[in-house]
C-alpha cells in the first residue's frame, strides 16, 4: 500500500483514526492529509467505509480514536458545526417543508447572524449556483438537479474551510450527473476550497480528483492523481475497481527465460522486456493485466505481443465498440472505435505493449 | 386473425369483486343502511319501538334546546381539544425522547404502552379509584400532612371532563407514542446530520423540520384519535356516569342514554344523526383527499 | 324447565331475596337460570329490551310496573297473562288494586307485580346522631334543622347517590311529603305545568334546596354505598326506597335501634305503589310457556312472597300473607298499607322518557349548588308539559 | 497540489506531539443530558406504572388494611383470597362463579372474531391494494368514515338485521358484528401495507399464472406477518375488552369477561371489595395484556409499516 | 416520425394501442411488430410510457384501445399467464419467502405441471445460467447479480415465446450492470427468443438491441437499428438522448449561398457540401449537432470546418478524455483519447466533417 506523501499544512489531517461499530471495525488507524485547497475523491466499493470516514471528519460520528485536524486546529471533540466543514448528503436532506431561501438561511438564523448578512450570503451563493429564480420554491419544487444545487448552496453560505460530499450525484440519472460534474469542478476552481467526495463512481472520481483515496476495507489502498491510480495501480484490486469495462487479468506465471522475464500462461509467452518493473520481480505465480482500449486489432508486426482469439460478442456503444473474446481460456474484453468492429465468431489477431500493462504478484495482488 | 372480444366488464377481476362482498355489504347495509335508517327515524316520535310516525324536525328542537345536549356538545368538545393537544404532545415527546438511542428503550416502551391494552371499562374503574378523594391521591398526600390539599376531579363538576382525559390519556398516549416513533424513525437520517452540520439545536431541528415533515404521520394520528374522541363513552360511564349531575355528560351517552333510558328512539336517532353529521362534514373531505385520488403510479 | 330470567338486582339484599324466588321455582321441578345484569335498571332495560326486539327473549325479566314495557306489549311480543289471572283470582289477592291495573293494558293482564316498594323513607343512623349529641329528628323539617350541628361533628347530614335517579327520586319524595299527596298527583298525574310552575312547588324546591345543600359532601356513586355511608354512620340520613332496608338487614344492624326510618318523611304517611313486576315475553317453545305459568305462580305464591319480601324490604302484594316476622320498619309499612293510605309513584304516571328529563334536570340541580330554584322549577315545568 | 514533503518534519512534528483531544470524546453517564432523558423517562414510566402498581398492591390485600391503609402502600400481609374470589367465586346476582365462567365465554367470542375479522380485512385490503376495481374507492372510504360512528348509533339497526337474519343472541350474530366494526380500521391498515409492497411482485405471480387467491394465499400472506401481529393485537385487545356488543348481542350464559367484570364490580353487596374488585380488573387484563408483551416488538415495526403512510 | 418496417411474420404485433389512466393518455395509438427472435429495446426518458407498454404486452394493465397479438394470436383480453410471456422486473420481484428453487418452480406448480418435468426444467434453467448451488438459498442471501439471474431464471422455466424485462439492470452497480448485460446479449443468442427490452440506460440499448424504439411521451420517435438510430438520429430528440455526453447543438440558421448550403451561426458558417440531406433543404432557423468524438483537436488542414475555442473543463475518465469548450457563445464537448489533452484555459483549434453531423429543422426538430 502506498500511503499520503506529507503534506506541508494540510486542511484536513486525519491521523490513526479508527472507529468501530461495536465490535466491527469500519476503520482502522486511518491517516489522511489533504492539502489547502486540495479536491480529494474517496472512491471505493459498497460498504468500504467512505461515509463513515466522512461522517467521522464532519464530526457526526464519535471515532474510537485517533486525532483529526482541520485546518490546523484539533477538532477531534469538537460539534459538527464548529468545524467550519459544510456537508452535501446523497439524498440532499434538504428541509422539504421550507423554501429554498429558508433552506439556505436556517443555519445562519440559528446561530444569529444579523439579517443583512445572512441576505448578502444567500445572494452571492445563489449567485455562484445560479439559482436565484428558485429562492422562492420549495424542495419538491424543484428538479433533481436544482436540489443538488441548493444542497450545495447550503455548505457554501455558511462560508466554511472544507466542502465534505457523500455521493452527492449517485440519485441523479447519466445526463444530469454528467452536467453537475462539471458544475462542481468548475464550483471548486472558482471556490478554491478543500473537498472531499466521496464516490463509487469511477467517472466521477477521475474527472473530478486532484487525487483519489482508492478504499477498500476501511482501509486506503491508494491515494494518487487519478491518472496515476489508472496507469499504475497499486495492486489488483486498485487495478480492477478502476476502468471500465475493467481491466483484463490473466493469471500465469512469472519465469526468468535467459536475462528476459516473461509472463507465462498456458502456452502462451508475453515477453515483458518493455515492462517497467515497480520492485525486483522473483518468479512465481502472477497476475498479467491490460486495460481493453490498449489492445488493438489486426495489428500485424510493431506490437511486443500479438495472438489469436475468437470474437464472442460484439457491443456498440456508439462512439466505440466492446469486443468481448475469447483468448485461449480467458475471456479478454478489447475496446476499439466504433469503425473497424469484427463479427461474433470471427477469429481476430490482437496486440499490445506490456508497457501499458500492470503485473500483480499472484499471492499479495500487489503489482510488481 | 382471430378477434376475441372485449369480455363483459363485470367479470373482470371476479375473484376481487367476489371477495369484496363482506366490504361491500358492510359498508351499503351496515353503514349506509344503518344511517339512513337511523336518520328516518330521528323524524319520527318512535319511543320504544321504531314507529313511522312522522314529526318533522320536533326531534331536532327538542334536542338543542335540552340543556344535557348542549353540556354534552361543549364537553366533547374540550375532552376533544384536550386529548388532541395533549395526546399528540406527549405522544410525540415521548417518542423524541424514545428516539436518542437510549438504553432499555424496549422497556419503556413497552411500560408506556401496555394500557393500551387495557378496556376503558378497567380503565375508568382504576383511575375513578385513584382520583376517589376519600382514599386516592387526595386522601394520600392529606395524609402525609397537606391537609388542605384538593384533588377531586371527578367530582368537581367544573373539571370533571378534565379529569376524565387524565385517563383518557393515560390509555392512549401510548400507541400515538408508537405511531410517532415509527414516524421519526421513517425520517431519513441524512437530515439529522444536516441539522447538525448546520449548526441546528435538537429542538429546533425538532419543531421546524422534522415535525413538518412528519405530516402524514400526524394526519393518521389525528384520524386515530378524532375517531376515538367522537365515540367516547365507555370511560365516561365508568369513571363518572356523566357527573357530578350531567357535568359529564357526552353525545355518545346522549344517544344511549335516550335510546333505551328514556325508551325514546327517535330522540336518540336525532342525536345519533347530528353525530353522524359532524362527522361526516369532517371526515369525508379528508377521506377523498387521503384515499380517493391515484395513490400508486 | 330452564327458564332465564333476567332482573336487575344485584346488591346484596336484593340478590338474597333473588335467590328466595329462585328457589321456589326450582322446587316446581323447574330451573331458575339467573340473568342478572349489574348497574340500575337503566342499563339493564336496554338489553332487555333489545334481546325481546331482537328475537331472542329471555323466558321473563323483570321490570317496574308502569310503562316501562307499554309498546312491548303493544307491539305483540308479550305473553298475556289474562286467563291465568282469573284462573288464580288475582284480582282478588292482590293489593291494592291499583298494582294489577298497572299491569293492564286493553283488559288484559300482562304482568305479575311481585312487590311494592315506596320510595318515601328517610332512613337515619342513630349512631351518627349519638355522636353529634342529637336528638333523633322527628321529620324532615327537624332532619334540615340538625343539618348544621350534624356538619360541625363531620357528619355528612343526607346521602345522596351520585345516580341520576337517586336525586331525581328524592326530589319526588319531597314533592310527596312536603307538598302533599293532590299537589304529588296534580303535577304528575294531571301534568299540570302551570301548576308546577306556580308557588305550591317552589316550597318542594325550596325542601329541595335543603337537600342539595345538606347532600353536597357525598362522594358516592351507588345507592348502597349511600346507604352504607348512613349504616357506618358516616351520614346522618338518605332519602331512600324502602329496598335500602335490606341493606341495613345484610349489614346485621336492627331497626329502631341502629337506625331509623320516617315513612313520608314523617310528614305525610303514604305508601307509593310502584315496585316490581315479571313480565312474560311470547315463546314459541312450548315446554318454556309452560314453565313460564308455573313461574307466574311462583311468583305469587303466599310463601314465596314471604320469604322474598323479607329479604327485599319491600311489602308483599298480597294482602293475606303473615308477615309477623317483619321488622319494624316493615310493620310501619304494612300498617300504612292497611290504612289504605296509598298513592300511585311516577313510574306509573310517566313514560320513561319524561323520567329521564327529570333525572337529567336533577341530577344537574343537585350536583350544581349555584342552579337557582327559579331556573329548576322552570325546566321542571317545562318538562310536565311536554310529558306523555 | 501534492506539494512532497518540505516541510514534512513539521507534520511529523504535530503528530507526534499533538497533546490535544485525542480518541473518542469523553461522555459521561451522568451528563445532564443523560439525567434530563432518562429522569424523564423514569418519571414518566411510573406515572404509567402507577395505576398497574395500586391495581396490584391492592388486589393483594385484605379488606380492613385497605379501608386503613394508604392506596400505594404495600400489602402488609399478602393475601391471594380476592384473585381466589374474583376467579371463582364472585356473586352477580345469582350465579357465584366469579369471572371463570367469562373468561371461557371470552375465549369463545375472540378467538372466531379475531381470525374472521383479520381474514375479511385482509382480504379487503388486498383486493383494494392490488385489484382495484370500479368503486372500491368509495365503499372503502364509506368504511373509513364507518370507523367514526359511534357504537351506539348502530346498535338498533343492527340489533334489526341480525333479528332478520335469524342470528341475533347468538354466537355468530356477535362475531360477526365485531368483524364488521374491526373492518374499517383493518381494511386501512392492510389496504396501506399491501399498497406498500412493491407491485412488481403481485405482477410476477400474475405473470407466473396465479389467480387472486393463488397470489394472495402464497405470496402476499407470508410477507405480511407484522401487518397481522398490529391486526391480531389491535383485535384480541378490542373484542377481548368489548363491553357494548357484548352485553347487547349475548345472553347471560354467554356473557364475555367484560360484561362479568362490570357485574361484579357493580354489584356492591354491601361494601366495596375494591380488592376483588382490582383483582378481576387485572385478570380480565390479562390476555390482551400478555399478547400485547410477547408481540410489542413487531407491534412497533407493523405500525410502521402499515398505519404511517400518508 | 419513422415508424417500423412491416415484418412478414411478427412475434408480438402491437395495434394501435392506446392507454389512458383516467384521463391522462400515456400510450397512443402505438403500433409495433416485433420480428420472431428479435432483441427489441424500448428506450425513453423516464415516464415515456416504457414500462407501461410492456405491461400491456404482459397483460398487466387494461389498455384503452387497440389490439395486441403475440405468436399470430390475439391475446389482447387473455390473463398474463395465458400469452406465453415470460416478465423480468426492474426489482427482480422475487418472492421473499420462497427458495430459489421454489422461485422458480412457483408458475409451474401453480399450472399444475408435473413435479417431474418442472425438476427437469428447473434443471435445465440452472444450469444455463449458472445458478445450480443458488437453488435452496431464499432471495435476501443472494447478491445483486444473483438475483437478476433467478428473474431471468423464472421467465426461463416457464418455455414461453416472449420475455420482456422492465429494467432488469438498473438496480445493480456499474461493474456488475456491464456483466449483466453481457450475459443477456449470450443468453438471446443461446436461446433465440424474441424480447422485448427496457431500460432508460442508451449504452444497455445500444450494446443489446437488434433494433431500438426510442420512446418519448408515448409515442415512438425512432424504431431502427442502433447504429443507425446513433449516425442519423430523425430528430433533435433523439439524438440529444443518445451518447453520452451528449451531442453538440448550435443553434442557427440554414441557408443557401451561391448553389451551396451553409449553416450560419453568429458569425461562423459551416459549409454543408458533405452533409447528406435527409429532404430538400429550405432556407430557415436550424439546428446543427455534431457528436463529441466526431470533433478533433489541431486538425491543422483536411478538415471541411475548423475555428477556435477555448477550453472550460478537462475531465479525463482513464480511456480517454472529455474536453469542455466555449465556442464563441456556445458550449461544446469533445472527446478525446487520453494521451493528447489541452488544459484549462488553452486556446484550441477544433474541426470536424459535417458528413458525421445532423441537422435538424429549427422548429419542428425533424432531420433534415
Ligand atoms: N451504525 C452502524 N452500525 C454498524 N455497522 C455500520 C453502521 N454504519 C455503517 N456500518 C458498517 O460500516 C461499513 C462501512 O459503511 P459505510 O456506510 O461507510 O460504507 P460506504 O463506503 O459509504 O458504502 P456506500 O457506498 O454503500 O455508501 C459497512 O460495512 C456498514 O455495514
Ligand atoms: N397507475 C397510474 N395512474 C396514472 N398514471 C400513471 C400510472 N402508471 C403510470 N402512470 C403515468 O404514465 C406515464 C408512463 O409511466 P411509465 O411507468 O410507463 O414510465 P416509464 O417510461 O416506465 O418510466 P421509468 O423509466 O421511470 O420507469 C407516467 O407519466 C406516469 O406518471
Ligand atoms: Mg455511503
Ligand atoms: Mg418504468
Redesign the pocket.
Known sequence: MMMAAEIANPSVSIQDLSLN??A?S??QTLNLDVADGEFIV?L????????????CIAGL?DISDGRIFIKGKNVTWEEPKDRGIGMVF?SYALYPQMTVERNLSFGLRVAGVPKDEIAKRIARAAEILQIEPLLQRKPSALSGGQRQRVAIGRALVRDVDVFLF??PLSNLDAKLRSELRVEIKLLHRHLKNTMIY???DQIEAMTLADRIAV?KG?VIQQLDAPQTIYNRPVNRFVAGFLGSPAMNFIDGRLEKDGGDWHFAVEDVRIPLATYAFEKEPAPGPAVFGIRPEHVAFNSGTGWPFTATANVEVVEPMGSDTLVWLKLGQQNFTVRVTSERTPKNGDAVSIGFDPLRASLFDGQTGDRI | MSNSERPSKLFRNLNAKVASIPMVLTALVVFVGGTAWTVLYSFTNSKLLPRLNFVGLDQYHRLWSTSRWLVSIENLLIYGAISLVFSLVIGFLLAALLDQKIRFEDTFRTIFLYPFALSFIVTGLVWQWLLNPDFGVQRVVRDLGWTSFSFDPLYNSSIVIYGISIAALWQGTGLIMCLMLAGLRGIDEDIWKAARVDGIPAWKTYLFIVIPMMRPVFITTLVIIAAGIVKVYDLVVAQTSGGPGIASEVPAKYVYDYMFFAQNLGQGFAASTMMLLSVVIVIVPWAYLEFGGKKRG | TDLEVTHWWTSGGEAAAVAELAKAFDATGNHWVDGAIAGSGGTARPIMISRITGGDPMGATQFNHGRQAEELVQAGLMRDLTDIATKDKWTEVVRPKSLLDSCTIDGKIYCVPVNIHSWQWLWLSNEAFQKAGLPLPKDWNEFVADAPALEKAGIIPLAVGGQAWQASGAFDVLMAAVGGTDTFLKVYKDKDATFAAGPEIAKVFKAADDARKMAKNTNVQDWNQATNLVITGKAAGQIMGDWAQGEFQVAGKTAGKDYTCLPGLGLNEVIATGGDAFYFPLLKDEAKAKAQVVLAETLLDPKTQVAFNLKKGSLPVRGDVDLNTANDCMKKGLAILAKGAVMPWTDQLLSQDSQKQKEDLFSEFFAKPDMTLEEAQKRFAEIIGSAD | MADVASLSTSAQALRRHATGPSGPKPRHALSRRNIFLYGTLIVVALYYLLPLYVMIVTSLKGMPEIRLGNIFSPPMEITFEPWVKAWASACTGLNCDGLSRGFWNSVRITVPSVLLSIAIASVNGYALANWRFKGADTFFIILIVGAFIPYQVMIYPIVIILREIGIYGTLTGLVIVHSIFGMPILTLLFRNYFTSMPEELFRAARVDGAGFWGIYLRIMLPMSLPIFVVAIILQVTGIWNDFLFGVVYTRPDTYPMTVQLNNIVNSVQGVKEYNVNMAATILTGLVPLIVYFISGKLFVRGIAAGAVKG
Chains 1, 5 share one sequence.
Do not use: A, R
Open positions: 461499530f461495536g466491527v469500519v476503520l474517496l471505493g466499493p459498497s460498504g468500504c467505509g467512505k461515509s463513515t470516514l466522512l461522517n460520528l446523497q457523500d455521493e466521496v464516490t463509487h478504499m476501511g
